[in-house]
């Protein structure tokens, strides 16, 4: 069974930084577009950033500015890099293959002063 496994999550004030980390049981991770999502308590799950291979990376308008989307093939594992956060990215964050329809646990990211 596919799984991920979504970890650096936490506390922050509005201003700082988190990197979180997806770990991929998939075979051929390097051949999958990989995605983060996040989802706030009553909103639908939303797409925010996604790449394909190790260059091709897209990211939403409302955080282009201050979050990328890396991986690292040989661990088989995807990044989030998220600096200067803010409150409305406080949601709970989770790691997918496009192509895959399972999800990990998803971590938590609460910005709050």
């Known amino acids: 069974q596919v799984q991920f496994v979504e970890s650096g999550g936490g506390l922050v004030q509005p201003g700082e930084s988190l990197r979180l980390s997806c770990v991929a049981n998939?075979?051929?991770?390097?051949?999958?577009?990989m995605a983060w999502y996040r989802q706030v308590p009553g909103k639908e799950r939303e797409l925010v950033a996604s790449?394909?291979?190790?260059?091709?990376?897209s990211v939403i308008d409302s955080v282009k500015d201050r979050f990328a989307i890396s991986r690292d093939n040989n661990a088989n594992t995807l990044y989030l890099q998220m600096n200067n956060l803010k409150p409305e990215d406080t949601a709970v964050y989770y790691c997918?293959?496009?192509?895959?329809?399972?999800w990990g646990q998803g971590t938590q990211v609460t910005v709050s002063s």
């Open positions: 790449i394909t291979g190790e260059t091709g990376t």
């Open positions: 997918k293959a496009i192509s895959l329809n399972s």
């Open positions: 998939l075979k051929y991770f390097n051949l999958y577009r």
